[in-house]
């Protein structure tokens, strides 16, 4: 739905967190919505939902995020969640092998039963614990590029490129021009041809 | 290592449960560091002020003033039905309320009066449990209606003691999530951020994980013992109550691996929205708006994350009396209550907004109970156990569609 308000577009985009239980998803959402940090989030059930706006030139995008839970038995609500979504951030651990191995499950659910159009960015958390690191940052980028998603590794502790994961969606939401029906689903205005945005630097993205 | 004295987490609860056996009023910091004033247009209003406290149950919550003088009078009214739970003590004889069935022993009675007092007392409790049961006496009630001391008394009395000692240095995937999940479990409360708090309740959720494997451990119930813990002063008794609970009380395989009967009763609930507040249920679906993603949380922490812990509490003593539709009640009557504001809003953000303001300041048990019990209707049992039923063939199938369709997607992969 776009509204104007103040001579500004602002756009509604359903954004959805995926990843393994642990590998910061809330701590992501809270970080970018609240601006803060606390070592012990309470454990999501289900899925806790926040908003929050971003201005990206004379634009406005307002974010409807859903903070799913992670554990695996919650696997079999997530459509509910990512049904309709403009955009995903799958979340995991760069500390934690097993939590990419779970990120890239969630990238082939996506690509398999989500829309096609939703924007997938893959983010390795918790970039400020080097010293444990266990997935290499070329490893998650030579995925990233495979697959055409957007990648960062994040701290939410640092803020380290938090802002910056919902902000490159927000500019690919809009170059996209897409905006959310008010059943949930996306509707293509003026559909682009596919292309690939700003490929170069830490960062690729195609729209899928 | 752990003895009965570490077990018994009641000695620890006396730091904070004063304000419980001496009902003190609330404490309200009142320098400037504390006091938060919300932005907006009722910059000035007193009454939305922010102010944190300490609840009836020791958590540390934030409300504005009139959450606190709402609070006070919830206290009162403890008090009052305190006192109608002593008067019927007195008249009926102590623990009256533990055997509401009669033993088939009790030959001096003649069967007719025996019948009767046995259906009045039925009666008289679940009229009493609706209207709360007073705190002190929670455990003992809450063991017996549920049919938790029943299940206790099936198996020999060093149960729980062996079953703890036999989890001693294990670990599975169920430790290692209970174990990722305990300082995450209301660190709004201090005694379950303490180490003892803790380790109390990773006792009572480990122990349940190598009773029933199926369960093993499902986040959410981490919220749920922790109340029972809170409730029940022991760890055995938070430990049968979660018990009964999961066995006997709430459908099945709500936590197991698929979580099937929480699929199962969340689509009854959203018929019974339609068929309770259709106007909503439209509004809501015109909107896009399943009401499983506000709803999935409140089944299955049984409102514990979402409501003060007083009203989840009365939510629980007719949850433990009566059995799993009052959840579908308490629900409704959320919605219910905001219907108004409800049909006018336009935007998802919206709805959750008003629900979770609504739980959130919900400190009054009886608003909701009476919204619950006195404007949702009639809801008679069989006709849910019917929907469970018709619910079941449907969530199954699907569910097992959709494994079908994942496991060939990574086959393909």
Known sequence: MAATAGGNKIRNAKLVLLGDVGAGKSSLVLRFVKGQFVEFQESTIGAAFFSQTLAVNDETVKFEIWDTAGQERYHSLAPMYYRGAAAAIVVYDITNAASFTRAKKWVQELQAQGNSNTIVALAGNKADLLDTRQVSADEAKAYAQENGLFFMETSAKTATNVNDVFYEIAKKLLQGQQVQNPQGGMVLNQRPPERMVRGGGEECCRIL | ?413
């Open chain 2, 1 to 413: 290592m752990f003895g009965i004295q570490t077990r018994d987490v009641a000695e620890d609860f006396n730091s904070w449960r004063r304000t419980l056996r001496n009902t003190p009023t609330v404490s309200m910091p009142m320098n400037n560091h504390n006091i938060m004033y919300n932005t907006g247009k009722s910059l000035f209003n007193v009454h939305l002020m922010s102010v944190k406290f300490e609840d009836l149950y020791g958590f540390m919550v934030e409300g504005n003033v009139d959450d606190v003088n709402v609070l006070n009078e919830v206290r009162e009214r403890i008090r009052e039905q305190g006192r109608v739970w002593w008067a019927l003590e007195a008249s009926k004889g102590a623990n009256w309320y533990l055997q509401p069935k009669i033993s088939s022993n009790e030959g001096v009675i003649s069967v007719t009066s025996l019948k009767l007092s046995v259906l009045t007392n039925t009666i008289t409790l679940r009229r009493l449990i609706r209207k709360g049961v007073p705190p002190v006496l929670r455990p003992k009630i809450w063991l017996s209606v549920s049919g938790a001391a029943k299940k206790r008394s099936t198996v020999p009395e060093t149960y729980y003691d062996e079953l703890i000692r036999a989890t001693e240095g294990k670990t599975t995937p169920a430790t290692r999530q209970i174990d990722h999940d305990l300082p995450r479990t209301f660190p709004c409360h201090p005694w379950l951020n303490s180490d003892k708090g803790q380790a109390s309740l990773r006792r009572v959720l480990v122990g349940y994980s190598f009773r029933d494997s199926e369960v093993g451990y499902c986040q959410g119930l981490n919220y749920v013992a922790a109340l029972l813990l809170l409730v029940m002063k022991t760890e055995e008794d938070a430990f049968w109550m979660l018990a009964v609970l999961l066995e006997n009380v709430l459908v099945s395989d709500c936590y197991t691996d698929t979580l099937s009967g929480c699929h199962v009763e969340q689509r009854v609930f959203k018929d019974l929205l339609a068929k309770k507040c259709p106007r909503i249920a439209a509004h809501l679906e015109a909107m896009g708006f399943d009401v499983s993603l506000v709803a999935t949380e409140w089944f299955l922490c049984l409102f514990s994350k979402s409501l003060p812990s007083e009203t989840t509490l009365r939510v629980w003593d007719i949850l433990f009396n009566e059995g799993a539709n009052v959840l579908f009640r308490v629900a409704l009557a959320i919605f219910k209550m905001r219907e108004d504001d409800l049909l006018r809003i336009q935007h998802i953000g919206d709805v959750i907004d008003i629900l979770q303001t609504t739980t959130h300041h919900l400190y009054d048990p009886d608003e909701l109970l009476t919204f619950a019990f006195d404007k949702i209707g009639s809801m008679p049992t069989n006709t849910i156990t019917k929907e469970r039923k018709k619910q079941e063939t449907v969530v199954l199938a699907e569910l097992d569609q959709r494994t079908r369709r994942l496991s060939s997607l990574k086959m393909d992969g």
